[in-house]
């Protein structure tokens, strides 16, 4: 077992517990699967457990943390600080009454809350969180992420277009619309990714951001920004919550479902959530390293460090921003993401290029690059949102005017005593 | 291929429809084809039942009409049944109503302002802002009258009762602070990108449109008419204080939204001129509960937050109105929704829905 680097009680990496244990499997003399069988059932457990404990507990921080936000105290009867409330609201989703309406395709109606939250857990099979922590190292990770991500869209589609409800169909609608403009940007996110690093392994990517010292957040300032914002389109939070805008469409494609059915959209979206988290700390926030501090802190810890950071941030603009529309927020990708992300890539191949062919050294080079892709970023978007025409401010008026400024009135006050 | 548009109904049970009232758009796409209001589902026969009612009974009704603006819906009703009996009230009554419209008027367009940006898809935040400060106006609402949303508190010839001795140094510190606070919205909503990207350009009305169909109130005045019957027909003690009228240059939700913040800061201030001139005297005239006015027929309008608020009564000289119309401005500022919002998506009809700012229970009545 190549996964054996220390005791087994290190645990700065838990890959060394499973790895012994393994060997110690291995050891008894039972079939050669039976090893790689019990560490993938150990890492989906562990994998499971994770997002179901980081669920209950963010339901609770979320809503503490609004309420805050909105200058209200937010859940605190049940249990000590209102810690038990996650805890009591699933038992009120897992009892209430699952009504399935009359006219819906009952096949696809019942299948999409069941399959739901497969693809967002999916995705950390291919996320290192620590060195050894990690299901399955695939040589297509990037790939494999993107393809899995849009799966989930897929599944709400199925339950908008099932449910038989104008309001569920109109979110469908929406939500395969922005899966079709902001696919391409993930895409072309994590390409520039592939492009810098020269693999598609997560556990490549991690290695390159700790050889190297250097997270690709910097190196790449336009694609992180890109592929949260194309995160954030994917998980229907505010500001993009457009396929569940409740003030437009009431729940959009969840509107008929009830009971745990609803709960399993609501935990996917979570999990969808986390899972967005995680895909950025481990691209572009150097994963479970921390510039070498990963020698003395759990590696594991400071990845899930990273990650409800990251959350956090999907959490605060919930609570502070107002809703776009799907045209203006389809637009933003089409016409002003999709040109810079090209760009981007091929500034980012050239950079490649030159630092191959002339062999330079990394010390040198990559902090050059930095610089050059920061300013470009900045000159770009600027750049390209004057040729479309936004001027950085947000325009006159900015008060109403009053008549006293204005100087004229327009109606002819009424002789008195007309009763 | 053939097509036929999408009918959808938005409402009568809806997150944004603020009550029971039903949108039916007719949708290609997401883009507004026909829109058409179903107005009704609240309806309580409030005008039919007020002729069986005598007229000091009939003042809980209007705290039922428009329930945002409650003490207003009194003033309104009082006053016409002022003007049918012939009677003025006393000095400190008017002033005192004064207080408590404005106080209304910022209560009621807090939460006009919220729940609009609430439907420009904000996630609650600025309603619960505008919660802090309409929460300490009822909290006054409740010294002076022990009721929070159903005031009746005015009464024909003044108010009911006088206003108890920490109510003044109470709205003396609430008017102290609402100017931060109104910059705080500010900041809140006229900074906000979305929300301009959502509002501007959006349900435009033009200053003609919103003449012929009657349109009133910060609608109107969004749309570039200085209408405001506090000044063209002053009642209570509006003659004696300055203020001014905003007014919009587009016609468009933003507009509106901007006359209402502006307004909250007028409000203000005709509260400090109000607090400083209120004089001393008794606060109502002691008429009889029981009251004959003379045959004959009057109407009573004001300046509700939401438009123009006016009471038709007829009199046959019995102890009730021989008729009772209410001239509600949410019915009537609706009217024009179908104008302002065919042509564009369903989010955009929210929003314009939200800038209208209608109370359903005035609406249907």
């Not at chain 1, 096949?107 to 299901?135: K, N, S, T």
């Not at chain 2, 807090?110 to 904000?122: L, P, Q, S, V, Y």
């Not at chain 2, 007829?314 to 024009?336: C, E, K, Q, V």
Request: charged share 20%; aromatic share 10%.
């Amino acid at each position: 077992m190549e996964h054996l680097l220390a005791e087994w009680y290190d645990i700065r990496d838990l890959g060394n517990a499973v790895g012994h244990f393994l060997t110690w499997v291995d050891d008894r003399g039972g079939p050669s699967w039976l090893p790689y069988f019990v560490s993938g059932i150990i890492g989906v457990v562990a994998i499971l457990l994770w997002a179901v404990l980081s669920q209950l507990g963010f339901v609770w921080i979320e809503r503490r943390l609004i309420g805050r936000i909105q200058v209200r105290l937010g859940p605190n009867r049940v249990g000590p600080f209102g810690l038990l409330q996650p805890l009591a609201d699933a038992l009120k989703v897992l009892t209430k009454e699952m009504i399935t309406p009359a006219n819906v395709d009952r096949l696809l109606f019942w299948g999409a809350p069941a399959v739901v939250v497969m693809p967002a857990l999916v995705v950390f099979a291919v996320l290192p969180f620590g060195e050894h922590m990690q299901l399955t190292d695939l040589s297509v990770g990037l790939l494999f992420v993107i393809a899995v991500g849009s799966v989930n869209s897929l599944i709400v589609f199925t339950a908008g277009w099932s449910s038989s409800n104008k309001y569920s169909l109109l979110g469908a609608m929406r939500t395969i619309a922005m899966l079709i403009s902001y696919e391409l940007i993930q895409v072309l996110a994590l390409l520039a990714v592939a492009v810098y690093t020269n693999t598609m392994r997560m556990g490549g990517v991690v290695a390159w951001q700790d050889h190297y010292n250097v997270w690709l957040i910097f190196l790449q300032p336009l694609p992180v920004f890109a592929y949260a914002l194309a995160g954030a389109v994917e998980i229907n939070r505010t500001p993009t919550d457009i396929a569940e805008a409740e003030s437009e469409i009431v729940a959009g494609y969840h509107t008929e479902y009830g009971g745990i059915r609803w709960g399993m959209f609501q935990v996917a979206e979570y999990i969808a959530g986390f899972a967005i988290a995680a895909i950025v700390a481990t691209v572009y926030l150097g994963g479970w390293t921390l510039f070498g501090l990963e020698e003395w802190v759990p590696g594991w810890l400071i990845f899930l460090g990273k990650v409800y950071t990251y959350f956090f941030l999907f959490i605060w603009l919930r609570g502070t921003l107002p809703r776009l529309r799907i045209d203006q927020l389809m637009g933003f990708a089409w016409k002003y993401l999709l040109p810079l992300m090209l760009v981007n890539i091929l500034v980012s191949g050239f950079e490649v290029l030159i630092w191959q062919e002339k062999d330079l050294s990394a010390g040198v080079v990559l902090p050059i690059f930095a610089i050059v892709n920061a300013g470009l970023t900045v000159a770009m978007m600027v750049g390209w949102a004057r040729v479309m025409g936004h001027t950085g401010s947000i325009g006159e008026p900015r008060r109403a005017q009053l008549i006293s400024d204005v100087g004229g009135v327009y109606y002819e006050p009424l002789p008195g005593g007309r009763a | 291929m053939q097509t036929e548009p999408l009918i959808v109904n938005i409402g009568p049970q809806h997150p944004s429809t603020h009550g029971v009232f039903r949108l039916k758009l007719s949708l290609d796409g997401e883009r507004i084809l026909d829109a058409d209001m179903v107005v009704g589902y609240l309806h309580r026969s409030m005008e039919k039942l007020a002729e069986e009612r005598s007229y000091t009974q009939n003042i809980p009704f209007t705290d039922r009409t428009d329930y945002l603006a409650a003490m207003t819906g009194n003033l309104a009703y009082c006053l016409a049944v002022e003007k049918l009996l012939g009677v003025e009230p006393p000095p400190r009554a008017q002033w005192l109503r004064v207080i408590m419209a404005e106080l209304q008027r910022i209560a009621s367009h807090a939460m006009a302002i919220g729940t609009f940006i609430n439907d420009c898809g904000a996630w609650q935040t600025p309603l619960m802002y505008m919660f802090r400060e309409r929460e300490k106006i009822l909290d006054l609402f409740e010294m002076a009258c022990g009721a929070r949303l159903t005031t009746n508190y005015m009464r024909i010839g003044g108010v009911s009762r006088d206003i108890p001795a920490e109510f003044m140094p109470r709205a003396t510190a609430l008017v102290k602070e609402l100017p931060d606070r109104i910059r705080e919205y500010e900041g809140m909503g006229l900074g906000n990108e979305i929300v301009v990207a959502r509002a501007r350009g959006i349900g435009v009305l033009t200053a003609e449109q919103a003449i012929n169909s009657s349109v009133t109130g910060p609608m109107l005045r969004g749309s570039g008419v200085a209408w405001d019957i506090r000044k063209a027909d002053p009642y209570a003690a509006y003659d004696k204080v300055q203020f001014d009228i905003p007014v919009g240059t587009a016609g468009d939700c933003y507009d509106r939204f901007l006359v209402r913040l502006e307004e909250l800061r007028q409000s203000t201030r005709i509260l400090e001129q109000a607090l400083e001139a209120l004089p001393e005297g008794p606060v109502n005239l002691d008429l009889p509960l029981a009251i004959r006015p003379p045959v004959g027929e009057s109407y009573g309008r004001i300046e509700s937050p939401r438009g123009e608020l006016g009471f038709y009564i007829i009199s046959d000289g019995g102890p009730s109105p021989y008729r009772f119309h209410i001239r509600a401005p949410s019915l009537i500022n609706l009217t024009s929704l179908k104008e302002m919002s065919v042509g564009l998506t369903v989010a955009d009809a929210i929003v314009v829905l939200g800038s209208v700012d209608i109370v359903v229970g005035e609406l249907d009545r």
